[in-house]
């Protein structure tokens, strides 16, 4: 169990340094926007990773928040996106 939560932290945390040089590299806002959601996306799965390891529920909350979060979000953005075409 140690090894795989140890695995499973060291590939989190290299997804969240990569989304991290696409936010701030990013040659366009969009691609931006969209590693920001990738990155709320990287944030849920480790903290559901820990409740899962710790069978701690408590932070379910917090997931439902990210959930919501991460998709109204995109929504938004997708709708600004669409607006700004001609």
Same mark, same amino acid.
């Given at each position: 169990?140690? /090894? ?27 691609? $931006?926007? /969209? ?39 995109? /929504?938004?953005?997708? $709708?600004?996106?669409? $607006?700004?075409?001609?």
């Amino acid at each position: 169990m140690t /090894v795989a939560a140890i695995a499973v932290a060291a590939l989190l945390t290299a997804a969240g340094a990569l989304t991290l040089i696409r936010i701030v590299r990013g040659p366009s806002t969009l691609d $931006r926007i /969209v590693a920001t959601e990738v990155l709320l996306a990287i944030t849920a799965s480790a903290i559901a990773a820990e409740a899962a390891f710790t069978r701690d529920p408590t932070s379910l909350p917090v997931l439902v928040v990210l959930a919501i979060l991460g998709f109204t979000g995109s /929504v938004a953005v997708s $709708r600004f996106i669409t $607006r700004e075409k001609p």
